[in-house]
């Protein structure tokens, strides 16, 4: 597969989706926006953002030198013609002023952030997931995904936490369906498993599920923008403010970013609003 179409509700939603279909990163493709999100009013008239995403070849032009440009965002006033981006970001330059929304302390923002990620961290078993937990885990999975009408295999990556890699035996189509926009249908899926098992068994683990590899792919392009944006940030010494994201993106930017000497992360808003803002550590900056 050298090129694909997908959708998202930002460009750069359906950007991170055709990157993972096409197990590439950034660098290495060229992305053409075919279509800019619509909000519509109060949901009449909206339009997803839809993009065609594809490989770069041997042959093809160096990538542009001008950072600043390669990462800014689309205007406001957007013409309607299809425009061909190299690498659009999913990051804004923020105020340099603290934003106005509140902006909770590092372990309360990350107790929120986490909580995806953690269903059942109060009474979590620390030790391997044992067989016989780990074969209802799967099962129920397996039924699951047999009642929406697709057919699969249950891969085991890992017991401690739990790790099921979905493996499909249908299109890509079908697995951007079980996928969802921004990964919210495999998320949903994961809270419902991790629900059903622990309430059955003796046991409690947490259960991460992917799709053909699709978090790890994914993961690898979060942590990427993570490290470009803390190095724009210390290059030009002012804080970028990231597009909203879910709690599990959220969680992979902080920890990629967390043990950085020159920068730190903290989210704010609300809702599916919230988001990452990356700012300088100010004592390295204040001798």
């Given amino acids: 597969m050298d090129s694909v179409e997908t959708s998202g509700r ?17 660098e290495d493709v060229d992305i053409q926006i075919l279509q800019e999100p619509v909000k519509g009013n109060r949901g009449i008239g909206s339009r997803d953002a839809r993009v ?7 042959s093809a032009h160096p990538a542009e030198t001008d950072s600043a440009s390669a990462n800014a965002l689309p205007t406001n006033g957007v013409d309607n013609r299809q425009r061909t981006h190299r690498t659009p970001s999913i990051f804004s330059e923020a105020s340099r002023t603290a934003p106005k929304t509140y902006v909770p302390g590092p372990q309360e923002d990350k107790e929120e952030d986490f909580e995806e990620e953690q269903p059942v961290r109060s009474t979590e078993d620390t030790r391997p997931a044992s067989d016989s937990y780990t074969r209802l885990a799967a099962d129920t999975l397996r039924e699951i995904v047999k009642q929406m009408g697709v057919p699969c295999t249950i891969e085991i990556t890992g017991r401690s936490p739990l790790r099921l890699n979905i493996r499909l035996k249908d299109t890509a189509d079908t697995q951007s369906a079980l996928i969802g926009r921004g990964g919210e249908t495999l998320s949903a899926m994961q809270l419902l498993v991790n629900l059903i098992v622990n309430k059955q068994s003796e046991e409690h683990h947490r259960i991460l599920i992917d799709i053909e590899n699709y978090r790890k792919r994914r993961d690898e392009n979060l942590r990427s923008l993570a490290q470009r944006v803390a190095t724009q940030v210390q290059k030009n010494m002012r804080s970028v403010m990231l597009e909203p994201m879910s709690p599990y993106d959220r969680r992979i930017i902080h920890l990629t970013l967390q043990e950085s000497p020159f920068v730190q992360t903290q989210s704010t808003g609300e809702g599916d609003q919230r988001r990452v803002v990356v700012s300088l550590k100010q004592a390295k900056y204040e001798s």
């Fill in 10 to 26: 930002t460009v750069d939603d359906a950007v991170l989706q055709a990157l993972t279909r096409l197990g590439k990163l950034r």
């Fill in 52 to 58: 065609r995403v594809w490989v770069k070849q041997p």
